[in-house]
């Protein structure tokens, strides 16, 4: 029997009295909470709790902010030890451990060129930053024991940006649960974690058409206690003079945007391996990454093409 039964979910609103809610810009994308809680000023403690844990990562994380822990890895890891955060060292070794899983499909060292890109103006990257780029995520070494990270060349850059949110997510439902908090959800862009489910009814998520109108939506899920993440071409993207679509999921292997797929949602227990593993598969390509997935418990995905075509990992039936 598959997994899922992936169907379309119409349902009457909420009583609001008891839910709490707030959206704010952090982590270069819009971070939603909603939470369930009787009581109006605990339930609004909480989702402060949460909106302040996803600033506190977005400051340490952040590759553009010169007093993040990461800008000072950057910046000083080619010269020898680094010492980080346990934080930092969990997250480059999540990082690295999909680094491996993929053969460099998903590679946090994609900053050397990446941060060439400007989505926003329109920016590429220059030849002569892809001559020099270094992306390799084997030339990053950890020192668990001493809470260390080196870079084996001075052209290595490390960007966390598709594992933070996912991690981020992670860590407000960590916060929640300790408040006794059962019926939760919290987004940050593409990444989504649910926390029990909505009151008696599941949650239900949705999968964006990458080629519709702006809140078109492809499917709907009916999920509760999970991670969804998806990847997609039509978030930050531009399209070039020669009319290529230029978008931020780069191929580690050439250091261009991937092609191939336009979306792939990946659906499993947690947003620290949901979001490495959307990119990861966008990269890999249909059936490679279908391959991966359906190699791997908890986990299912759905890829969508650039034609158009939907694909579903093993464990999920067809709407």
């Known amino acids: 029997m598959p997994r899922f039964l992936l169907i379309l979910l119409l349902f009457s609103p909420a009583a609001w009295c008891q839910w709490h809610s707030d959206t704010q810009a952090i982590m270069g994308t819009e971070v939603r909470v909603m939470l369930w809680h009787a009581e109006d000023k605990q339930g609004r403690a909480a989702v402060d709790a949460v ?22 890895v950057n910046l000083h890891g080619a010269k020898g030890l680094v010492s980080v955060s346990a934080e930092m060292i969990k997250l480059l070794d999540k990082g690295l451990y999909y680094g491996r899983l993929t053969d460099g499909a998903f590679d946090i060292t994609f900053a050397s060129v990446g941060h060439g890109y400007d989505y926003r103006t329109g920016k590429k990257a220059t030849q002569q930053q892809h001559n020099e780029a270094v992306i390799d995520y084997r030339l990053v070494t950890l020192d668990r024991q001493k809470k260390a990270v080196r870079f084996g060349h001075p052209n290595i850059k490390v960007d966390l940006g598709g594992i933070a949110k996912g991690y981020a997510i992670d860590r407000a439902v960590e916060l929640l649960g300790e408040q006794g908090i059962e019926h939760a959800s919290i987004s940050a862009g593409g990444d989504t974690r649910l926390l029990g489910d909505r009151r008696g009814r599941p949650w239900v998520a949705g999968i964006k058409n990458p080629r519709g109108t702006k809140n078109e939506i492809a499917i709907k899920l009916p999920l509760q206690d999970e991670a969804l993440s998806t990847s997609g071409d039509y978030e930050r993207f531009f399209i070039d003079e020669n009319g290529e679509r230029i978008h931020h999921i780069l191929n580690p292997k050439t250091g261009y945007s991937a092609n191939g797929i336009t979306s792939v949602s990946v659906i499993g227990p947690n947003g620290f391996d949901t979001d490495p593993l959307s990119t990861s598969v966008f990269v890999m390509g249909v059936e490679k990454g279908l391959q991966l997935i359906n190699s791997l418990a908890d986990f299912e995905a759905i890829i969508i093409d650039e034609y158009g075509m939907t694909f579903y990992s093993q464990g999920l039936g067809e709407p």
Do not use: G
């Open 51 to 72: 909106m302040a844990e996803m600033q506190r990562i977005d400051a340490a994380y952040n590759p553009w902010d010169k007093q993040s822990e990461l800008y000072r």
